[in-house]
């Protein structure tokens, strides 16, 4: 499983982590480690995750609640840039031979996915928006 965040300006780290991720491991090794002080670095921003069964635990949701989160609706479409800047990844994403060589390869596309590309998925959200009620929430060119 791999983590990570955007923001407009900034990243977080990126998180590679094996095995199944619940909502105590979630918030002992990436929302108490990496979220907070994300979010302390970036004043009035708010929080989006989506409905995976860790983000939703009882425990997480404690530990969000200092900071403002979206709420996200069961059954949405998936409108959130983290999933584009996934896609992204995945088509620069070299062949490899092992899980490590894979976890190494992930961390370099990380450390090298120019900022502006991310300003650009954030920026088209309003677009994004749009064709989703265009569309009545089905599917669109995005």
Same mark, same amino acid.
């Given at each position: 499983?791999?983590?990570?965040?955007?923001?407009?300006?900034?990243? =977080?780290?990126?998180?590679?982590?094996?095995?199944? @991720?619940?909502? /105590? !491991?979630?918030?002992? +090794?990436?929302?108490?480690?990496?979220?907070?002080?994300?979010?302390?670095?970036?004043?009035?921003?708010?929080?989006?995750?989506?409905?995976?069964?860790?983000?939703?635990?009882?425990?997480?949701?404690?530990?969000?609640?200092?900071?403002?989160?979206?709420?996200?609706?069961?059954?949405?479409?998936?409108? =959130?840039?983290?999933?584009?800047?996934?896609?992204? @990844?995945?088509? /620069? !994403?070299?062949?490899? +031979?092992?899980?490590?060589?894979?976890?190494?390869?992930?961390?370099?596309?990380?450390?090298?996915?120019?900022?502006?590309?991310?300003?650009?998925?954030?920026?088209?959200?309003?677009?994004?928006?749009?064709?989703?009620?265009?569309?009545?929430?089905?599917?669109?060119?995005?």
């Amino acid at each position: 499983m791999v983590w990570e965040a955007i923001a407009y300006d900034s990243r =977080s780290t990126l998180i590679v982590m094996r095995g199944t @991720l619940m909502g /105590q !491991r979630y918030v002992v +090794d990436i929302l108490r480690p990496h979220v907070g002080f994300f979010l302390n670095g970036l004043p009035g921003t708010i929080f989006q995750q989506d409905n995976a069964r860790p983000h939703t635990a009882r425990v997480a949701q404690d530990l969000l609640h200092p900071f403002q989160t979206l709420p996200w609706p069961a059954r949405s479409p998936d409108l =959130s840039p983290v999933e584009h800047v996934w896609d992204m @990844l995945k088509r /620069q !994403r070299p062949s490899c +031979d092992s899980v490590h060589d894979l976890e190494l390869a992930v961390q370099d596309l990380w450390a090298h996915l120019p900022q502006d590309n991310i300003r650009c998925l954030i920026n088209s959200m309003p677009d994004r928006v749009a064709a989703c009620f265009a569309a009545g929430g089905g599917p669109t060119r995005y």
